[in-house]
């Protein structure tokens, strides 16, 4: 490589990486509504214990008066709402209806006498039994809330989400908390995620031209063996419910099983004379429809929350979660309603990302210190091929979906880096000794890679296999550490042996001293020699 | 480095390691990891109430709960917990609001003590006039149920979640190790694969048999990263055998000379491979928050195991399955040279 395709070469490079540094990592306002750039970094996913920036810390002329522009701080936490079994109350809420019927003293009474007060509870009095001066509720309605509360469970496990949980409060209302994904999520939609959840009861699917008039699919006997017969299901109508995302528009998709396709089609032939909706419900109550006006024969059909406005992500996964789960239950049980939402900070406080953030740039910083003292000039190959690393895995963990940053993600990420580190510095002295016996710098390259390059393709393949296949198995942060460690393996491998020596080339043609430019010193011979 | 006997060091080796990791095994069935990073272990009584309803309704409600506490003999520890924004669900609309949680850790008492006392709490405050339009709610939380504060820290690491991640490791642990047979031979590859296995059951039981505070989820992932760095030295020692049987000079030495040798030249590397790895988890770890040291910086054991194992435990198993691999090849050998002999002598 002659020293003008070199300079070509590191220019467009160091562009690239100039390029990559500002996707990373620049921030700034534009335009006169708002509008803002946002980094790769801080639109990727982060686990929400782990706090950012605040929306109270960003810039006050951006958040003033425009809650838009708050919601694109990263603020890390999540939310809670407070589920209460259908019946019952809180004491704050059963003060405050009383006092709203301070004016109307029969409707107050009324009211007294249909409430009962258990713990911290006040339950209708239908649900509750006398327990010495006391009331406690009946074992009915103890039997009905445990086989909620595991729907419930089963509910938010559905949601393959880290951190999401679900716990029982003071015995009879369930907090349940949704990490805070992203900044995007919104108070709307949050109201929306938790109402879904909260629908308990047998799933059902309906069709008619108005919702009161709207006919259910009925059940009838199937054969599954010679002579024997038994009551149909929902499943053998829908086959499966998910969520469906295109871009930023999501939806919810069923897939219908032929005899479902068959009534679907059946309901639908007489759309074209009046507009025909199919309901689904769970528990009796709609949670989604679709209205057509043509007969659909596709055994799929994709809901969206209205003619015009699509689901988002957090939702139609929420949905899909409610409606397939509700499938999958026999038998009635009791609804949730939704008390109070509240917003919990990262439980690693405010500042945790941004300390990772610094602790990982200390290290960065240390370990380039000790490369410009040891090898000089040829440090700035390492440089850029560190970068390099540093700013695609980056993009990687931005771009793939199941990845998020959390401590974890950032560990995997500099053992890579540590690992490209090490390996540049094994080849670095392997040239170092070559070129000490008298070889030329291109020579002692060449030979110094030679030596030690089955050795980092080896470090790099074992690093790979073991994350990747620990990833196809395992679940939650271990697959994230895994698979970010996988995935650093690999960009490690290809910048230690393809793109370090390219730029160790490159550099090579800038110079007329290559000893000196990479701190290589030939062995001293004596005279006597 | 000094020479050790390998042979004669194995089963002391191979004690140390199943005492641990058999007493680990069991601590972890009886009695699980110490999760308290992520359960309370005491029972606790929040009062959250509006932050905006005065300091002096704040310590009249304060002095309420502490009351109705000392007057029933319980011991308390008070801290505000919580100052945070809620949004109510009312008539549909969302409106925000600041509230503040004091939570109290409770002792000398037992459930029912503490339930007795916080109705009482509760039936005083709503009996109180002055605060009424802005209720406080309180709760109680039983010792080791998880708190609603903390719940979010419960692990992802207990069911299938432990038992899939155990499975992977050991899976990726078995792939990983199938290309080093391919490349250093089957007894490096077995001898890693006892390593790796051993160092992430050594990790994990290190922190059941210590009980160590971790969350919950913490182990598996220090599990992981101590199969992770104990493969990257592993593959740094074979390499070295690898070098050493290449040798004309050295490639007749027995197995347990080769091992030790092997140790004794790679221990340089190996230490500082494994010291930058540590170096690389304590600054991570230690530039944090609390909760976040808490995570990290345990994961320094993952690192030290694999560089015990690298310098003794590995290379004693290394020189064993080596030995015996020579002698199954060498008896290999034996049955051919027999019928080589027979059709000698037929000819």
């Given amino acids: ?529 | 480095m000094s020479k050790l006997n390998l042979k004669k060091l194995l089963p002391v080796f191979m004690a140390i390691s199943i005492a641990i990791v058999v007493a680990g095994i069991i601590l972890f069935a009886v009695l699980g990891f110490n999760a308290s990073l992520d359960r309370p272990v005491q029972d606790k009584l929040d009062v959250k109430y509006d932050s905006n309803i005065g300091a002096q309704n704040e310590t009249t409600l304060q002095n309420f709960a502490e009351k109705t506490l000392t007057d029933a003999k319980i011991s308390f520890e008070k801290e505000i917990v919580k100052d945070y924004t809620s949004t109510n669900d009312t008539n549909g609309s969302l409106i925000e609001s600041s509230y503040r949680i004091v939570r109290y850790t409770l002792s000398g008492g037992d459930e029912t003590a503490y339930t007795a006392a916080k109705d009482k709490i509760a039936d005083e405050i709503a009996a109180h006039s002055g605060l009424n339009g802005d209720q406080p709610d309180i709760y109680y939380y039983a010792d080791g149920s998880v708190s609603l504060y903390q719940e979010q820290l419960a692990l992802a690491g207990t069911g299938s979640a432990g038992w899939r991640g155990a499975i992977a490791l050991a899976v990726g642990a078995i792939v990983a190790l199938v290309y080093v047979t391919f490349r250093f031979g089957v007894p490096c590859g077995v001898a890693g694969l006892v390593t790796c296995a051993h160092d992430g059951l050594f990790t994990a039981a290190l922190f059941a048999v210590l009980r160590i505070p971790v969350y919950s989820s913490a182990p598996l992932l220090y599990a992981a990263v101590s199969v992770f760095v104990s493969a990257l030295l592993w593959v740094f020692y074979a390499n070295r055998i690898r070098a050493i049987y290449k040798d004309p000079d050295t490639a007749s030495l027995p197995a347990e000379t080769v091992a030790d040798r092997a140790r004794s030249e790679g221990w340089k590397t190996a230490l500082l491979l494994a010291g930058l790895c540590g170096i690389v988890i304590a600054v991570l770890g230690l530039v944090g928050t609390l909760g976040s040291i808490a995570l990290v910086l345990p994961a320094i054991i993952g690192v030290a195991v694999p560089v015990y194992s690298t310098f003794v435990f590995g290379p004693a198993v290394f020189a064993v399955v080596r030995k015996q691999f020579d002698k199954r090849r060498a008896v290999r050998n034996r049955v051919y040279v027999g019928k080589k002999k027979k059709a000698d002598t037929e000819e």
């Fill in chain 1, 1 to 529: 490589m002659n020293k003008v395709k070199s300079a070509i070469c590191f220019a467009l490079i160091t562009v690239v990486i100039a390029g990559l540094i500002f996707m990373c990592s620049a921030m700034f306002p534009y335009g006169h509504s708002g509008r803002r750039y946002n980094n790769i970094l801080s639109m990727t996913d982060k686990d929400a214990q782990y706090g950012g920036l605040t929306y109270d810390d960003g810039d006050e002329e951006y958040d003033e008066g425009k809650a838009e522009n708050k919601e694109r701080y990263y603020r890390g936490g999540g939310f809670v709402a407070v589920y209460y079994p259908e019946g019952v109350i809180s004491e704050k809420e059963y003060h405050d209806n009383l006092a709203g019927y301070e004016t109307d003293a029969e409707q107050q009474q009324k009211y007294e006498e249909d409430y009962r007060k258990v713990g911290a509870f006040y339950f209708e009095k239908d649900l509750v039994e006398k327990d010495g001066d006391g009331y406690k509720p009946t074992a009915a309605f103890e039997e009905d809330f445990a086989s909620s509360l595991d729907r419930l469970k089963t509910r938010f496990d559905s949601l393959e989400m880290a951190n999401v949980r679900v716990s029982v409060r003071d015995k009879y209302s369930v907090a349940v908390y949704l990490p805070s994904v992203g900044a995007t999520i919104e108070n709307s939609e949050l109201l929306s995620v938790f109402g879904y959840a909260r629908r308990m009861g047998e799933f059902t699917v309906a069709a008619g031209t108005s919702e009161d008039a709207a006919t259910e699919l009925t059940y009838g006997q199937k054969e599954v063996s010679a002579g024997k017969y038994e009551q149909e299901t929902i499943r053998d109508y829908i086959k499966r419910v998910y969520a469906y995302n295109v871009g930023s528009v999501s939806a919810v998709g069923v897939d219908f099983t032929p005899a479902g396709a068959a009534w679907l089609s059946t309901q639908t032939a007489t759309a074209a004379d009046g507009a025909v909706s199919i309901y689904f419900r769970i528990g009796g109550e709609t949670v989604a429809s679709v209205s057509t006006q043509e007969q659909i024969t596709a055994s799929t059909i994709y809901l969206s929350k209205t003619s015009a406005v699509a689901y988002t992500a957090y939702e139609a996964r929420c949905l899909s979660a409610a409606m397939r789960t509700s499938m999958d239950t026999e038998g009635e049980a009791l609804s949730f309603t939704v008390g109070e939402y509240s917003f919990e900070k990262a439980q690693f406080g405010d500042l945790a990302l941004i300390l990772l953030y610094v602790a990982f740039a200390a290290l960065a910083v240390g370990m380039l210190v000790f490369f410009f003292v040891r090898y000089h000039g040829l440090a700035v190959a390492h440089l850029y091929s560190f970068l390099i690393y540093l700013l695609l895995m980056i993009v990687l963990v931005w771009a793939i979906p199941f990845l998020n940053l959390n401590a974890w993600t950032v560990v995997a990420v500099a053992l890579g880096g540590l690992l490209l580190s090490v390996c540049n510095a094994l080849s670095y002295e392997n040239a170092r000794k070559e070129y000490a016996l008298g070889k030329t710098m291109e020579s002692s390259v060449k030979t110094g890679y030679k030596k030690c390059f089955w050795l980092i393709f080896d470090l790099h393949i074992v690093i790979a296999l073991l994350g990747f296949v620990a990833y196809f198995i395992s679940l939650t942060q271990l697959s994230v550490f895994a698979f970010t460690l996988g995935l650093g393996a690999v960009l490690s491998g290809l910048c230690s042996l393809a793109v370090n020596r390219f730029h160790w080339a490159m550099l090579m043609t800038f110079t007329k001293k290559p000893g000196a430019f990479c701190n290589f010193k030939r062995e001293e011979v004596s005279d006597d020699e």
